[in-house]
């Protein structure tokens, strides 16, 4: 079995990650009813006995002693990580994997990147080290940050090049938080263009999340809850819509958001976790979604959101299930698929459903989306058995589509609109180290992979004929 | 004369558990003691506590697939996996079949000759190797490919007839295409035969003709595991004089491997239909074998939807091997199975029609007739037909476009 270490920077990255953390709990304590230390728990756990002088690490097929996260806590101001280790979760990390400093960053990338970069690099790669260390195989870096502050967006790139230098082996999946047009930060999208640049260089995958996203889905789900039609009952306890059961007892602001987020890490790693009919790996994902290295960005989209607690007919909520995977508001940026061109996509399904459904529905959505010439059938599918807690089956779409090309190219107006009066640029300079060249290359690089879907979109409603080949003799 | 299977991947890992299920329950319903004494010689060995342990090697890249179906088995209680007889790594080959063919095959290339040695030994008489795979991921696939040329290399006078599970055409994983081309141009030098299954035609045999609604991959494995076993069972053949053949693989071969350009086998099966049913059904042998044939020659799997309309061309009109327009399908060899009641009655005459056959093989030469009178799985007569034929055409010749497109578009 193998092990993921996820990498949490900054306050949206840490936000997450501990609700990510939470709810992980919790899974595994439903699935787990023995308490004993599992091959599913040992991919994100590790079991200590606190007692034992050497550090104590169980191996898989004891009872649980203790357990302990894999998992590196970085942030520049320490309000929200003392926050985790006030909280219950408290346990579950212990002080060698954190880091902390006093000032914050400043929303600044340029002090999260070079400053901090530099001064903490060697007690970064050591914390990492560790955590790598204790891992039998290590199979993928889960690296949570928000793309518009400065510590989560600079310092978050930084260790994503770390990664990429110290263990060029293993997978880099990215959940990268992008800001909204109407973001509170200023510079957010100085910041965003300038991690972005990182991103496409040194990610193996990125799952682009938008907060406004996250918002309408959660404004929807409590739409439902208060006013639903008589006779349906929205249930409470699954895992999107609630933290509760898990470990945290109130409902903090964004928690609610981030659960959505985390519901996500979750569903990916599922598979390689639990059992299934058709096993999807972490290491799959790159290897079926990417065509080009640089067109990495998937864009997921997860189901169901509720619940309804009223008797359906299974296979027709299963196929809408299907339905609104592909729908607009069930994508997690603000993107629409089913008009740009698909280059890709994988469905990760979890629960009781059989092979027969999957291809009942993939044949009946497929005429509506549009794939790329190459790759007219291209679907990669996963079936785990296990459902998600509070659901009798879920569904994870991770696309890669051309649809982020809108974002981006709304990303980079915002940038330009800044950029040209030279607003807020002095800031960064005066970090040491920086210089406009990283604006002007950051910027060309955002350009050239806008310019790379575009090219790919105009191929859209072409008939491209197939390129000549030996051929059979018919 | 004992086989000895390897089963690679999870779907070969899976495939290959629900096989030996359907063998080991057909050997010991049945109250013909020759007939599962020979079954279970030739894919069991007994223990010294009498329990039954498959002659079979798992190998698969992560550990998952491997515990499961050890344990299926050893739950059924009346066979199990042999203790010792997995390999398995932490991580799998992640769909790439240049990982696994390159990488992991050669890094773990000892302990798995190990192992199929340890399982050699066992045997008193070596009749072959069955390595099961599917061809769209990469463990399967890749180190499947690269065990099959260990295989050859360490055991050259061996028989190896590969069983491969092609994917569903709409797309399981997306570098399907790739991943199969390879394995197939690899194989094709490498094999003595190959022996091909098709998730999409399987898929339309569970949901039309045995009626599953939430068709799941067990049940697609366990039709595989019937139609395999349905050759692979004890049979009489023309060579074996009157007792089963101890020779079953190598006689296959000579049946149906006629040429070396020529590898690719496929299988029909008739009667197939949902268990609560057969106990209702009647049986003749002119309906299973007028129905056999011209599932043959329209090339369809199934008996329900047979295109009745395809004809063999008139002789008069040449030979053209080419896919005509009237979709015939023309054989190269054929090998019919027939188990049951009155088999030694049964009239074959329409499979010797030389019309269906190429021209520069006599009839006579291309069907090879195999026997047993011992019912197979509960159906009191069935018939298995294995023939090296053009069926598999115009699937693979999709899956050459696909990948070629795929290839191209860089």
Same mark, same amino acid.
């Given at each position: 079995?193998?092990?993921s270490?996820?990498?949490?920077v900054?306050q ?10 939470d709810?992980a709990?919790?899974?595994h304590a439903?699935?787990?009813k023995?308490?004993l ?14 007692r034992?002088s050497?550090?104590g690490a169980?191996c898989?097929g004891?009872r ?6 894999r998992?590196?806590?970085?942030d520049?101001e320490e309000?929200v990580?003392?926050?985790i280790l006030?909280?219950?979760l408290?346990e579950?990390f ?5 880091l902390?400093?006093?000032s914050?960053?400043g929303?600044?990338?340029?002090v999260g990147n070079?400053m901090y ?5 060697d007690?970064?790669?050591n914390?990492?080290?560790k955590?790598a260390e204790h ?6 870096f889960?690296?949570i940050h928000?793309m518009g502050g400065?510590t989560g967006?600079?310092?978050g ?6 990664l990429?230098?110290?263990f060029?082996?293993v997978?880099?999946i990215?959940?990268?938080m992008?800001?909204?047009?109407e973001d ?6 100085y910041?965003?263009v300038?991690?972005m640049r990182?991103l496409?260089?040194?990610?193996d995958?990125?799952l682009?999340v938008?907060n406004q996203?996250?918002?309408d889905?959660v404004?929807?789900i409590?739409l439902m ?8 009952v ?6 999107v819509?609630?933290?509760?059961g898990g470990v945290s ?9 981030n659960?959505?987020v985390?519901n ?5 790693t599922?598979s390689s976790r639990f059992?299934?009919?058709?096993n999807?790996?972490?290491n ?5 979604l990417?065509p080009?290295?640089?067109l990495?960005?998937?864009v997921?989209s997860l189901t169901?959101l509720?619940?309804?607690?009223d ?6 909520r299963?196929?809408?299930m299907?339905?609104?995977?592909f729908?607009?508001?069930h ?5 629409d698929p089913k ?5 890709a ?8 459903v059989?092979?027969s459904?999957?291809r009942?529905n993939?044949?009946?959505l ?8 190459w790759?007219?059938?291209?679907w990669k599918?996963?079936?785990?058995s296990v459902p998600p807690?509070?659901h ?8 890669n ?11 980079r107006?915002?940038f330009?609109?800044l950029?040209?009066?030279?607003a807020?640029?002095?800031h960064?300079?005066h970090?040491d180290?920086?210089?406009?060249s990283?604006?002007?290359?950051a910027?060309?690089s955002?350009s050239a992979l ?5 090219h790919?979109?105009?191929t859209?409603a072409?008939?491209?004929p ?9 | 004369?004992?086989v000895v299977?390897?089963?690679?991947g999870q779907?070969?890992n899976?495939?290959?558990?629900e ?5 080991c329950s057909d050997?010991?319903?049945?109250h ?6 020979v079954?279970?010689?030739?894919f069991f ?8 342990e498959a002659?079979?090697?798992l190998?698969?890249?992560e550990p ?5 179906s ?5 739950k ?11 390999f398995?790594?932490?991580q799998?080959?992640g ?7 390159c ?6 290339r000892d302990?798995?000759e190990?192992?199929v ?5 066992h045997c008193d008489m ?6 099961i ?5 990469g463990t399967?696939s890749?180190?499947?490919t690269f065990i099959?040329?260990?295989?050859r ?13 092609w994917?569903y ?6 570098v ?9 141009a690899h ?5 003595d035969a ?5 998730n999409?035609i399987v ?8 009626k599953?609604k939430?068709?799941?991959f067990?049940?697609?494995n366990?039709v ?13 053949t023309?060579a074996?004089?009157?007792?089963y053949s101890?020779?079953?693989?190598g006689e296959?071969?000579s ?6 350009e020529?590898k690719l086998?496929? !299988? &029909?099966?008739?009667p197939?239909m949902a268990s609560s %049913?057969?106990?209702? =059904?009647?049986f003749s042998?002119?309906?299973? @074998?007028?129905?056999l044939?011209?599932?043959l020659i329209s090339?369809?799997k199934m008996?329900g939807?047979?295109?009745?309309? !395809? &004809?063999p061309?008139p002789a008069s009109?040449?030979? %053209?091997?080419?896919? =005509?327009?009237?979709?015939?399908n023309?054989? @190269?060899?054929n090998?019919?199975?027939?188990r049951g009641k009155d ?7 329409g499979f010797e029609d030389?019309?269906i056959?190429t021209?520069w093989l006599?009839?006579d ?13 509960k159906?009191?007569k069935s018939?298995?037909?294995?023939s090296?034929s053009q069926?598999?055409?115009r699937?693979?010749?999709?899956m050459v476009?696909k990948?070629?497109n795929m290839?191209?578009s860089?």
């Amino acid at each position: 079995m193998t092990q993921s270490v996820v990498v949490q920077v900054g306050q949206c990255g840490n936000q997450v990650g501990c609700r990510f953390w939470d709810l992980a709990l919790r899974e595994h304590a439903h699935v787990n009813k023995r308490g004993l230390y599992d091959e599913a728990l040992s991919s994100f756990f590790r079991n200590v006995d606190p007692r034992k002088s050497d550090g104590g690490a169980c191996c898989v097929g004891g009872r649980i002693q203790h357990l302990k996260a894999r998992a590196v806590l970085i942030d520049m101001e320490e309000g929200v990580v003392h926050g985790i280790l006030q909280g219950p979760l408290r346990e579950v990390f212990d002080s060698t994997q954190l880091l902390t400093d006093v000032s914050g960053s400043g929303n600044n990338w340029a002090v999260g990147n070079l400053m901090y970069g530099s001064a903490y690099r060697d007690s970064i790669v050591n914390k990492l080290r560790k955590a790598a260390e204790h891992c039998d195989c290590l199979q993928c870096f889960f690296l949570i940050h928000s793309m518009g502050g400065g510590t989560g967006s600079g310092l978050g790139t930084r260790v994503l090049s770390l990664l990429e230098e110290e263990f060029p082996d293993v997978c880099r999946i990215v959940t990268a938080m992008y800001p909204s047009a109407e973001d509170d930060v200023i510079t957010s999208p100085y910041n965003s263009v300038l991690a972005m640049r990182e991103l496409t260089e040194h990610a193996d995958c990125v799952l682009p999340v938008e907060n406004q996203s996250l918002v309408d889905i959660v404004n929807k789900i409590s739409l439902m809850s208060h006013d639903a039609k008589p006779g349906c009952v929205l249930k409470k306890e699954s895992t999107v819509t609630s933290g509760q059961g898990g470990v945290s007892p109130t409902e903090r602001p964004f928690d609610a958001m981030n659960n959505i987020v985390a519901n996500l890490l979750l569903n990916i790693t599922s598979s390689s976790r639990f059992d299934g009919s058709l096993n999807m790996d972490l290491n799959e994902i790159a290897n079926n979604l990417v065509p080009f290295p640089r067109l990495h960005y998937l864009v997921p989209s997860l189901t169901p959101l509720y619940t309804l607690a009223d008797v359906n007919i299974p296979t027709r909520r299963l196929d809408q299930m299907f339905s609104d995977a592909f729908s607009k508001e069930h994508q997690l940026i603000r993107a629409d698929p089913k008009h740009s061109l698909y280059l890709a996509c994988a469905l990760m399904v979890r629960g009781n459903v059989q092979v027969s459904d999957l291809r009942r529905n993939i044949e009946r959505l497929r005429p509506s989306l549009p794939f790329v010439s190459w790759n007219q059938e291209g679907w990669k599918t996963g079936l785990c058995s296990v459902p998600p807690v509070g659901h009798a089956h879920s569904l994870l779409a991770l696309a890669n589509n051309t649809c982020v090309k809108p974002t981006f190219m709304e990303l980079r107006d915002r940038f330009t609109k800044l950029y040209k009066k030279k607003a807020h640029l002095h800031h960064y300079l005066h970090v040491d180290g920086m210089e406009q060249s990283a604006f002007s290359e950051a910027l060309s690089s955002l350009s050239a992979l806008i310019e790379e879907y575009h090219h790919l979109d105009a191929t859209k409603a072409r008939l491209i004929p197939d390129a000549p080949r030996l051929s059979i003799a018919r | 004369m004992s086989v000895v299977t390897v089963q690679l991947g999870q779907c070969g890992n899976q495939v290959g558990q629900e096989l030996f299920d359907v063998m080991c329950s057909d050997a010991r319903d049945v109250h013909r003691k020759t007939y599962s004494a020979v079954s279970c010689e030739r894919f069991f060995r007994q223990t010294t506590q009498g329990a039954l342990e498959a002659r079979a090697v798992l190998i698969d890249m992560e550990p998952k697939v491997i515990n499961h179906s050890m344990s299926k088995a050893a739950k059924s209680g009346r066979w199990r996996y042999g203790e010792t007889s997995h390999f398995s790594q932490k991580q799998g080959s992640g769909n790439n079949w240049a990982n696994g063919y390159c990488v992991l095959g050669p890094r773990h290339r000892d302990a798995v000759e190990e192992l199929v040695r340890r399982e050699v030994e066992h045997c008193d008489m070596l009749a072959g190797f069955i390595p099961i795979m599917s061809v769209a991921g990469g463990t399967g696939s890749g180190v499947g490919t690269f065990i099959t040329q260990c295989l050859r290399d360490v055991y050259p006078s061996s028989f190896v007839l590969n069983h491969l599970t092609w994917p569903y055409g709409t797309g399981e994983v997306i570098v399907q295409n790739y991943n199969s081309v390879l394995t197939l141009a690899h194989l094709y030098q490498l094999s003595d035969a190959i022996l091909v299954h098709e998730n999409d035609i399987v898929h339309k045999i569970c949901s039309q003709l045995l009626k599953i609604k939430q068709i799941s991959f067990s049940d697609i494995n366990r039709v595989i595991a019937h139609q395999l076993g349905g050759v692979l069972q004890p049979t009489l053949t023309p060579a074996s004089c009157g007792a089963y053949s101890r020779h079953p693989i190598g006689e296959l071969m000579s049946a149906l491997a006629c040429h070396p350009e020529y590898k690719l086998l496929s !299988v &029909c099966t008739i009667p197939q239909m949902a268990s609560s %049913s057969i106990a209702f =059904s009647t049986f003749s042998w002119p309906a299973l @074998l007028k129905h056999l044939r011209q599932m043959l020659i329209s090339n369809s799997k199934m008996e329900g939807g047979i295109d009745w309309q !395809v &004809c063999p061309p008139p002789a008069s009109a040449g030979r %053209s091997r080419s896919l =005509s327009a009237g979709s015939f399908n023309t054989s @190269l060899a054929n090998l019919l199975i027939l188990r049951g009641k009155d088999v030694y009655s049964a009239e074959t005459g329409g499979f010797e029609d030389p019309a269906i056959y190429t021209s520069w093989l006599p009839p006579d030469e291309a069907l090879s007739l195999w026997k047993s009178p011992v019912p197979f799985n509960k159906y009191e007569k069935s018939a298995t037909l294995v023939s090296n034929s053009q069926a598999l055409l115009r699937p693979l010749d999709d899956m050459v476009r696909k990948a070629w497109n795929m290839f191209a578009s860089r």
